[in-house]
């Protein structure tokens, strides 16, 4: 089956940086996506990666290794308004999205 | 420009009745998805709709039904309603859907369904 994993909950201080790890098995590969999700509101575009290596936007970085299964998306100097669930997904052979349950990421001041 | 629309945000429904689901895509997208969100699950794709057309199903029985309008409107059905579906359904719009592999989804704030 098709399976992506990624821990329950994180918790960081604020001004820190923090790593939220997603792997994943799946049929076939056509990117993953990082999607971040405010509690009762709804999940908004982060990242997208399909080819190895690290994308940089900002604070937010993302990473992918297609060859292990694995990203993380990396958040520097964490702000209170940070949050948040952040999905992971990826894109199948047959190009549907299989999620992750996500990571509840709670920032301490 | 104005996001993804879901109506309605609340709502509750007792078991064996049906609910109906509209969501409104960003103007001039023409791919809608439906997921179904549950505590501590991931999204779980129900299906997409392309120009009228539904182009991917998810594995969700039969009572999960949807149907997108010419003008890309869509709803979902779900019939004869069961504890399980208490769920938030969330709607995403994207300009080329799910044959595009760098298909990145607007969603809307969802509709939270409650069975008794």
């Known amino acids: ?109 | 420009k104005a996001g993804v629309t879901q109506t309605p945000r609340y709502l509750i429904k007792t078991r064996g009745q049906q609910v109906t689901l509209s969501c409104s895509p960003i103007s001039g997208h023409r791919s809608v998805s439906w997921y179904q969100q549950t505590p501590g699950q991931g999204l779980q794709f129900l299906f997409e709709y392309f120009s009228e057309t539904q182009r991917n199903k998810g594995n969700f029985p039969g009572r999960f039904s949807g149907r997108q309008f010419s003008n890309s409107r869509s709803e979902m059905n779900v019939s004869t309603l069961e504890l399980g579906d208490s769920a938030l359904y969330l709607c995403a719009s994207s300009l080329q859907g799910t044959l595009s592999g760098a298909n990145v989804l607007t969603f809307g704030a969802g509709s939270r369904l409650t069975v008794l």
């Open chain 1, 1 to 109: 089956g098709q399976n992506i994993d990624q821990p329950t909950e994180m918790t960081a201080t604020e001004g820190a940086i923090v790593q939220i790890n997603c792997t994943y098995q799946t049929s076939g590969f056509n990117g993953l996506f990082w999607y971040q999700q405010h509690a009762g509101e709804a999940p908004t575009f982060l990242s997208y990666n399909v080819l190895d290596g690290l994308e940089e936007k900002g604070r937010f970085s993302s990473f992918l290794s297609r060859s292990k299964g694995y990203s993380y998306l990396l958040l520097k100097e964490l702000q209170m308004k940070d949050s948040a669930s952040y999905l992971c997904a990826v894109m199948d052979s047959n190009y549907q999205l299989i999620w992750g349950a996500g990571t509840k990421l709670i920032i301490k001041p």
